[in-house]
Every structure is written in structure tokens, then in C-alpha cells.
């Protein structure tokens, strides 16, 4: 892990000859493996959870790698829900390390972060002979490090939408035509409804590739009941599919997920109907509209962009119209800040700013500033720890308030912590569980 710190200054640099050359260094373990490939803007992880989930449920090996991480950095590597051993990570680093530093020696530039994190990724899902790995891309797609892979037996689009413009492009036909890089020859492709000059650009690429194209489309679910914490619908032939994650969005994901499942039976993974209904059950998503305490209410959100912010909206508006809701936000300056604020700040009664712990971060107090353009009722808190007192003293005496914290996965984990930390201190206080 001190290796890890040392080479984060190497930062991000879009292609694939790194990722190639350290791969080939490394036997290409990548070649020996099957995947899900998924990209998008938005719900790629929850996508990654239930397509993951339905296939452990079926019996295969399933290997799952993601980022960012929330909680712990092992969650970055997972088989079959759980996180890499520290001892394996090791083990799984130390040939990266020296196969890096070979690559420096021989002239190479030295390969960034994500690239010794995802052929390290390789080496483990290898080591214990995963059936299939579900790999989520990172910022695009085509020179996204996990485009090395050339074995995918499904590609996935989740929502894609404006986001990591400076790298991406700067409209939406751009932005697609990054993702769907990832497409290969003739390998099936999923996508969910997409905004029309992004559905156009991967219609086209799949065409050009001769792959089939399934689009998994939520106006065809029937019966749609929303909640919390269980939610049902129907597809298709599936009658009462039942999730446990909230947010409105979620069934759309579901949706895609199961047309996932779907291409990989015509691939040669069969999946039972039960295995389908108890991964879509089981399957769960740290930092997606999740709820991580009851009294109050505090709900947690990965929305960081501009759709994000749209989609939790949405769902604030849907779940708690008839409640008083408090925000905390905390985001990244390099992020359109201003549409975020404009989309989520008319839902709060009052909102509390943070200073996220990333050097990306825009100071809370300019946050501050920028929701107070249309929003009075903003405060900025020195720390999370004050953020989430301030937070629950508003929320005390109102039996139907909602704390809402969202604008950046990089403070959820420490977040988590704190209320977790908190209904300890309560739950022994009071000598029983709330």
C-alpha cells in the first residue's frame, strides 16, 4: 500500500499501450478470463451488483472489480461479493510492482494507478479461476485501462450522460463514442434507453462490429411498486421481481440487468429463474441511495454530476415530498457544480456544505456561497463529523425529516463511519438495538 501512495503522482493518462505492455510482462492474464464489460456515466456499479450477484447466485466464480472504492480499498477486487485478502493483494501487487518497474528501466513510462490496479485485478481473478469477471470501466471506455480486454462475452451500457468532459469530450455524441469503445467483434451488447445522440452512436458501433444490440427498456415494466427497501415490478415473462435497493432509478437498472442476464444464457451462462429472482433480491450497492440510519432517516448518494442530480431528484421528490428534507453536500470542484445545486437545492429546507477529502475538492465554503445563490437557508461546516451534528440537531423534534448527503463518493465512506459510530454510542446507551 505504500507502493499504492507512492505512485498516485503518475495520475491518470487515457490509452492503452501502458496497460498493454504491463499485461504482456504479466503473461496477459486477462486472456485466460471471460467478462462483463460495463460501461456508462451513471449506474455502472449497480449494474455491476446485480449482474454479479445473479451469477453467484447461479453457481459461477464471479469476480468483481470497480471503482472508486467507498469503505475499504479491497473493495476494489471482490469474488463473489467479497473482498481480496490483504495477504492475496499483496501477492497479486508485488509481480505488478516489479513487472512496473521493469517497464521504467527498459524506457517506458512508469504505468499509472489504474493500470497496476487492474492487471493486478487480472492476476487474482486468474489465481482463483473465476468463471466470469464483472469489470467496470473507469472514466470512458475506449482508452479506459480495462479496454485491454478482448475476451468480454457481454459489453453493458448503463446512462451515459455529461461528465469528465476535459478527457471526454465535450458533447454527448463525443462522450458515447468513447464509451462504446469498449464494443467488440460480434460480442452481444446491452444498453438501457439512452438519450437519442448517445443511443445513435452505439446502434452504429455495434452495427459496424456486428454484434447484437438489446436494449433493456424500464417503460416495459408493468406493475412497478416502489419503496425503501423493497421494490417490485414486472418484465417480460418475470412477474413480482423483487429488489432491495432503493432509488427510483432502480428499476431501470434492474431492467438492463436482466437483459444482461438475458445475453449471457444465449453465451453459454445459464442462469435458473430462481438464481434470477434471489441476485436481483440480494444484491446491494454501498453509496447508492442507500439508507445508513433510521432516526433520523440519513440517506447516502454517489450523485456527482449533473444526471446524478437528476435522478436524485427525482427520487427525493418521489420518496419524501411530504417531509422536511436536510442536505448535505460536498463536491468536487472540476464538477458543473452549479447545475448540480440547481437540480437538488429547491428540495431542502436547509442544506449543510462539506469540504470533501480529495484534492479535487471545491472548499465548502465556496459551496456554500454558490447554493446560496438560490437557496437562503445554507450553512458550511468545518468538518463531516460537525456536518452530520448539525445535520441530526435539525432533524431532532421532526418526527418526518430526511438527511440526504450526496455530491461525491470520495466522503460517503468516512460518512458511513460516523453514523455507524453513532448508533453504536446510542445502541449502548441504551442497552438494547434501535
Same mark, same amino acid.
Given at each position: 500500500m505504500e507502493y499504492m501512495e507512492s505512485i498516485q503522482s503518475y495520475g491518470v493518462v487515457p490509452g492503452l499501450s501502458g496497460i498493454r505492455q504491463l499485461c504482456r510482462r504479466l503473461g496477459d492474464p486477462q486472456d485466460s478470463l471471460k467478462f462483463v464489460h460495463i460501461a456508462g456515466t451513471n449506474g455502472k456499479g449497480s449494474v455491476l451488483a446485480y449482474v454479479s450477484t445473479i451469477l453467484r447466485e447461479a453457481g459461477y466464480k464471479t469476480g468483481r472489480y470497480i471503482s472508486p472504492a467507498v469503505m475499504d480499498y479491497r473493495e476494489r477486487f471482490q469474488i463473489d461479493g467479497r473482498m481480496i485478502p490483504k495477504t492475496q493483494l499483496g501477492r497479486c501487487l508485488e509481480p505488478v510492482k516489479e513487472a512496473a518497474e521493469q517497464m521504467v528501466r527498459d524506457g517506458y513510462p512508469h504505468p499509472t494507478p489504474f493500470e497496476v490496479e487492474t492487471a493486478a485485478a487480472f492476476l487474482y481473478f486468474l489465481n482463483n479461476r473465476c468463471d466470469i469477471v464483472v469489470l467496470e470501466t473507469g472514466m470512458g471506455g475506449r482508452l479506459d485501462a480495462t479496454n485491454v480486454v478482448r475476451t468480454a462475452v457481454c459489453t453493458v451500457f448503463s446512462s451515459i450522460s455529461m461528465d469528465h468532459m476535459a478527457?471526454?469530450?465535450?458533447?454527448?455524441e463525443e462522450i458515447a463514442a468513447q464509451k462504446a469503445g469498449i464494443i467488440k467483434e460480434r460480442c452481444p451488447v446491452v444498453s438501457c434507453r439512452q438519450k437519442e445522440e448517445a443511443?445513435? %452512436?452505439?446502434? =452504429?458501433?455495434?452495427?459496424?462490429?456486428?454484434?447484437t444490440l438489446t436494449v433493456g427498456d424500464v417503460s416495459l415494466a408493468g406493475q412497478v411498486r416502489y419503496g425503501l427497501t423493497k421494490q417490485r415490478f414486472h418484465y417480460g415473462k418475470y412477474k413480482n421481481l423483487e429488489i432491495s435497493m432503493a432509488g427510483k432509478y432502480q428499476i431501470a437498472i434492474a431492467v438492463?440487468?436482466?437483459?444482461?442476464?438475458?445475453?449471457?444464457?444465449?453465451?453459454?451462462?445459464?442462469?435458473?429463474?430462481?438464481?434470477? =429472482?434471489?441476485?436481483?433480491?440480494?444484491?446491494?450497492?454501498?453509496?447508492?441511495?442507500?439508507?445508513?440510519?433510521?432516526?433520523?432517516?440519513?440517506?447516502? !448518494?454517489?450523485?456527482?454530476?449533473? !444526471?446524478?442530480?437528476?435522478?436524485?431528484?427525482?427520487s427525493v421528490q418521489f420518496y419524501f415530498s411530504d417531509k422536511k428534507v436536510i442536505f448535505i453536500m460536498g463536491i468536487l470542484a472540476d464538477k458543473e457544480y452549479d447545475k448540480i445545486i440547481g437540480l437538488t437545492a429547491p428540495l431542502a429546507e436547509q442544506i449543510i456544505t462539506v469540504t470533501p477529502h480529495n484534492?479535487?475538492?471545491? !472548499?465548502?465554503?465556496?459551496?456554500?456561497?454558490?447554493?446560496?445563490? %438560490?437557496?437562503?437557508? %445554507?450553512?458550511a461546516a468545518d468538518s463531516l463529523q460537525e456536518a452530520v451534528e448539525m445535520a441530526c440537531l435539525l432533524a431532532e423534534g421532526e418526527k418526518d425529516a430526511v438527511v440526504v448527503a450526496f455530491g461525491s463518493l470520495s466522503w460517503l465512506g468516512e460518512l458511513i463511519s460516523i453514523i455507524e459510530h453513532r448508533d453504536m454510542i446510542r445502541r449502548d446507551s441504551h442497552g438494547r438495538s434501535e
Amino acid at each position: 500500500m505504500e507502493y499504492m501512495e507512492s505512485i498516485q503522482s503518475y495520475g491518470v493518462v487515457p490509452g492503452l499501450s501502458g496497460i498493454r505492455q504491463l499485461c504482456r510482462r504479466l503473461g496477459d492474464p486477462q486472456d485466460s478470463l471471460k467478462f462483463v464489460h460495463i460501461a456508462g456515466t451513471n449506474g455502472k456499479g449497480s449494474v455491476l451488483a446485480y449482474v454479479s450477484t445473479i451469477l453467484r447466485e447461479a453457481g459461477y466464480k464471479t469476480g468483481r472489480y470497480i471503482s472508486p472504492a467507498v469503505m475499504d480499498y479491497r473493495e476494489r477486487f471482490q469474488i463473489d461479493g467479497r473482498m481480496i485478502p490483504k495477504t492475496q493483494l499483496g501477492r497479486c501487487l508485488e509481480p505488478v510492482k516489479e513487472a512496473a518497474e521493469q517497464m521504467v528501466r527498459d524506457g517506458y513510462p512508469h504505468p499509472t494507478p489504474f493500470e497496476v490496479e487492474t492487471a493486478a485485478a487480472f492476476l487474482y481473478f486468474l489465481n482463483n479461476r473465476c468463471d466470469i469477471v464483472v469489470l467496470e470501466t473507469g472514466m470512458g471506455g475506449r482508452l479506459d485501462a480495462t479496454n485491454v480486454v478482448r475476451t468480454a462475452v457481454c459489453t453493458v451500457f448503463s446512462s451515459i450522460s455529461m461528465d469528465h468532459m476535459a478527457m471526454l469530450g465535450s458533447s454527448l455524441e463525443e462522450i458515447a463514442a468513447q464509451k462504446a469503445g469498449i464494443i467488440k467483434e460480434r460480442c452481444p451488447v446491452v444498453s438501457c434507453r439512452q438519450k437519442e445522440e448517445a443511443m445513435q %452512436v452505439i446502434e =452504429r458501433e455495434a452495427a459496424q462490429h456486428g454484434c447484437t444490440l438489446t436494449v433493456g427498456d424500464v417503460s416495459l415494466a408493468g406493475q412497478v411498486r416502489y419503496g425503501l427497501t423493497k421494490q417490485r415490478f414486472h418484465y417480460g415473462k418475470y412477474k413480482n421481481l423483487e429488489i432491495s435497493m432503493a432509488g427510483k432509478y432502480q428499476i431501470a437498472i434492474a431492467v438492463l440487468s436482466l437483459e444482461v442476464i438475458e445475453a449471457l444464457r444465449v453465451a453459454g451462462f445459464p442462469v435458473s429463474e430462481n438464481a434470477l =429472482r434471489e441476485g436481483l433480491r440480494k444484491a446491494e450497492w454501498t453509496g447508492r441511495f442507500e439508507i445508513i440510519g433510521k432516526k433520523p432517516l440519513f440517506i447516502v !448518494d454517489g450523485a456527482h454530476n449533473e !444526471d446524478g442530480a437528476a435522478k436524485l431528484a427525482e427520487s427525493v421528490q418521489f420518496y419524501f415530498s411530504d417531509k422536511k428534507v436536510i442536505f448535505i453536500m460536498g463536491i468536487l470542484a472540476d464538477k458543473e457544480y452549479d447545475k448540480i445545486i440547481g437540480l437538488t437545492a429547491p428540495l431542502a429546507e436547509q442544506i449543510i456544505t462539506v469540504t470533501p477529502h480529495n484534492a479535487r475538492a471545491l !472548499d465548502g465554503y465556496e459551496l456554500a456561497r454558490a447554493v446560496r445563490e %438560490v437557496h437562503p437557508v %445554507v450553512t458550511a461546516a468545518d468538518s463531516l463529523q460537525e456536518a452530520v451534528e448539525m445535520a441530526c440537531l435539525l432533524a431532532e423534534g421532526e418526527k418526518d425529516a430526511v438527511v440526504v448527503a450526496f455530491g461525491s463518493l470520495s466522503w460517503l465512506g468516512e460518512l458511513i463511519s460516523i453514523i455507524e459510530h453513532r448508533d453504536m454510542i446510542r445502541r449502548d446507551s441504551h442497552g438494547r438495538s434501535e
